[in-house]
């Protein structure tokens, strides 16, 4: 902004609907893009820690939780073994 204060997650959310809305678009929320971005990184091979610090978790079992996870059980097991 051009008075120094920070945006606000809401006006983040309202400037991505509004351009959505015009390109005729569904909206998707901001949080759902939150998801997406981590489950994309992680698709391409970004370390489980990086991508913990990119979407500002200070727990990995938090950002789990935001990666759709195609692997199976074991092998998810070995990749937060590797991680830790």
């Known amino acids: 902004m051009c008075d120094g ?3 606000t997650s809401r006006q983040v959310a309202y400037v991505l609907e509004k351009y959505a809305e015009r ?3 569904a909206t998707k929320s901001t949080h ?4 997406t ?3 994309l990184l992680n698709a391409h091979g970004v ?3 990086f991508i913990r610090e990119q ?3 200070s727990n990995l079992q938090t950002t789990l ?3 759709f996870n195609p692997l ?3 092998e998810t097991y070995d990749m937060i073994s590797n991680a830790l």
């Open 72 to 74: 199976t059980e074991k």
């Open 23 to 25: 390109q005729g678009m």
């Open 55 to 57: 979407v500002g978790h």
């Open 47 to 49: 370390p489980l820690d």
């Open 37 to 39: 971005y981590a489950s």
């Open 65 to 67: 939780t935001y990666i």
């Open 32 to 35: 759902k893009m939150w998801k």
């Open 5 to 7: 204060e920070r945006i």
